[in-house]
């Protein structure tokens, strides 16, 4: 067999927007992924289904899988064949011990490529308003560590550090802080010189605390601050407030889960990403289509005068089908077709089919009234949606007295892969919305936290429509209804909040 290469990626300070496209690539392409703690959750989804996932989370002072067992674990993988990605929070050689298992893996004689990554010391300030360097305040920078071996003091040449008229970051620091603004004050740093401690930083639920080196671990006692955070030293730390782009942004602080299916969630979670928000993507459901749908074939065979489609996924769920019957959309040549949304009428257009039929308000009943109004008396209807579809079509079709097949391509099924995520953000009370798309989304969360947690929790239910409204009021929940049945009218309601 031959032996499989391991890639050390650096995964970045935050989430999959500040993963490289090559560490993306690499990961795509693994057979087998190697975490640590700090890796984003959305990274850590883009590994493929098929991937061996093998978690070595080390936190502070306590490390579940040692170095020496990590080293061993890559080279049994790639000894295996499989081509191996080491994913490394930060960058890879920046006190990631990146080097160490190199070193490791070319004594094993296993071929490795290293993928850098965005380094917490650099991105963290950037996300704060704090520019590690300004050519009127310092030009120059030094990283530090400031973790050290549990009962044991820092080893920093503090008077050094003192002298350098540099920009100071400390990584791993937070349980130590007093111990460095101790230390450059007794080495002679002025009491005055600006200083911050950033939580979370380059993620939307970021903190900081911006202060003096003499006041900063006390007002960081007071605010609460915990790790992950890093501390930066300097005079550029006084333009953090001028200079903070990412605080002011109308979302940030938020932390907002979206519950569509894993397919679907992407254009929601990123516009609420963009406006700062704090994004845990937990698929509540799935979309599961059928091999051979019920009543296709023969319904092909058949003439048609309207294809109505209810989702973007019923769109791929017929492409699909039909290419396993051997056939593509030609086969519906001579349909008019109805879309019940926006979503649904831009899935069709990526397949080159413009929608005949779109109604205003975009729901089952307003699709069935509308389809109603442009049929024709004689003309038949072909129903392409879920096997759990609303009955509001299918029933204002069969008393118009309409012909009609109702074909189903898929089913919704729950998803519970997040659902221990979802019961600690409720039970630590730091989900502030969750959002639903469809009725079945909100069921499918109720299946994974519990009814009971769903509807003591305090947070706001943001939903596309009436019927999914309904749906969560069913569980007594806070809602807020966008607009109209869209993502942007969803955002756009979350930012009026």
Not at 68 to 78: F, G, K, S, Y
Not at 88 to 112: I, S
Not at 248 to 258: D, F, N, R, S, Y
Not at 405 to 420: G, N, Q, S
């Amino acid at each position: 067999m031959n032996k499989g290469k391991v890639t050390l990626v650096g995964a970045g300070p935050g989430g999959k927007d500040l993963l490289t496209r090559k560490g993306a690539a690499a990961l795509a392409a693994a057979d087998a992924v190697v975490f640590d703690r700090l890796v984003g959750a959305d990274i850590l989804d883009l590994i493929p289904p098929h991937a061996e996932k093998i978690d070595v989370g080390k936190q502070n002072n306590h490390h579940p899988v040692p170095q020496d067992e990590i080293n061993a674990i890559l080279v049994r993988l790639a000894g295996q064949g499989k081509d191996t990605v080491r994913l490394k929070g930060g960058d890879c050689f920046l006190f990631g011990r990146g080097g160490e298992e190199c070193e490791y893996l070319r004594a094993h004689g296993v071929p490795f490529e290293v993928v850098p990554g965005v380094t917490s010391a650099l991105a963290v300030p950037a996300y704060a308003g704090i520019p590690v360097t300004h050519r009127d305040y310092c030009s120059a920078v030094h990283i530090v560590t400031a973790h050290a071996r549990a009962g044991k003091a820092l080893s920093i040449d503090f008077d050094a550090l003192t002298r350098l008229n540099a920009t100071l970051v400390f990584l791993m620091g937070l349980t130590a802080l007093e111990q460095v603004t101790d230390g450059l004050l007794g080495a002679g740093m002025a009491a005055d010189t600006p200083a911050a401690v950033i939580q979370n930083g380059a993620r939307g639920n970021q903190r900081k605390v911006v202060a003096t080196v003499g006041t900063l671990a006390q007002e960081v006692r007071q605010a609460g601050l915990k790790s992950p955070a890093l501390i930066v030293v300097g005079r550029v730390c006084a333009l953090s407030d001028a200079l903070d782009w990412f605080t002011p942004l109308p979302l940030h602080g938020k932390t907002v889960a979206v519950t569509r299916p894993r397919e679907r969630a992407g254009t929601l979670a990123d516009k609420l990403r963009q406006l700062g928000a704090n994004v845990v993507e937990a698929p509540c459901i799935r979309t599961v289509e059928y091999e051979r749908p019920d009543g296709l074939q023969a319904a092909l065979g058949q003439r048609w005068d309207w294809a109505v489609l209810t989702s973007p996924a019923g769109v791929q769920a017929l492409v699909h089908a039909l290419a396993r019957l051997g056939r593509d959309l030609r086969a519906l040549w001579g349909c008019r077709f109805a879309a019940i949304g926006p979503g649904t009428k831009a899935a069709l257009q990526e397949y080159g089919i413009t929608a005949d039929l779109c109604p205003q308000t975009y729901d089952s009943a307003h699709l069935a009234e509308a389809l109603l109004q442009a049929a024709q008396p004689g003309q038949r209807v072909l129903l392409l949606r879920a096997g759990q579809g609303s009955p509001a079509v299918p029933d204002a079709l069969r008393q118009a007295g309409f012909a009609f097949a109702d074909v189903p391509l898929y089913r919704t099924e729950p998803c519970l892969d997040k659902a221990d995520t979802l019961r600690d953000l409720l039970a630590q009370g730091a989900l502030d919305v969750v959002t639903f798309t469809s009725a079945s989304t909100v069921h499918g969360f109720v299946g994974a936290v519990g009814r009971q947690a769903a509807e003591h929790a305090n947070f706001t239910a943001l939903c596309i429509g009436a019927q999914t409204a309904a749906a969560a009021q069913g569980y007594h929940m806070q809602v807020q209804i966008a607009k109209h049945a869209t993502i942007d009218d969803m955002v756009a309601a979350l930012k009026e909040e």
